[in-house]
């Protein structure tokens, strides 16, 4: 039985990976859309606000503890706004900055980093050592 969950989590992680490179991508795509349309400015707000920080941070390897769930969610924010500070101010100080050269550099930032492992993150490994801590006490 075990033998048939263990194809379900790979294609997840694939899928969510998947929407994490394109989610750039497609925040670009939606400023062709005309000017105060809400379909314009949300998806260029969740991608620029969420994409970097969660294509850094969520493609974990093996299964991630509900701390460390809940950590990459309050990460992902802070650290997806920092990248997008960093970009645009290396955009400017080339002379360089403009809307779609500052979406192309965060959608192609983020469609490589979605294809590596995530970052690790400390709620996730901490789990781990406590039960391996336990165990060993336990064996004593």
């Not at 379900?8 to 992680?13: F, H, S, Y």
């Not at 970097?52 to 460390?68: E, F």
């Not at 920092?82 to 930032?109: Q, R, Y």
């Amino acid at each position: 039985m075990s033998e048939n969950r263990q194809p379900k989590l790979p294609a997840r992680r694939t899928l969510v990976r998947a929407v994490l490179a394109l989610s750039g991508w497609v925040a670009l795509a939606a400023t062709a859309l005309p000017g105060g349309a809400p379909l314009r400015w949300v998806p260029v707000l969740l991608f620029v606000s969420f994409g970097p920080g969660l294509a850094l941070l969520y493609p974990q390897t093996g299964l991630l503890r509900p701390g460390a769930r809940l950590e990459t969610v309050a990460l992902a924010a802070p650290l997806g706004l920092s990248l997008a500070v960093v970009v645009a101010t290396t955009l400017f100080l080339l002379e360089g900055f403009s809307g779609t050269a500052f979406l192309v550099s965060l959608a192609a930032f983020t469609t490589l980093a979605s294809a590596l492992p995530g970052l690790p993150l400390p709620a996730a490994t901490r789990g781990a050592v406590e039960r391996g801590r336990t165990a060993s006490v336990g064996r004593r």
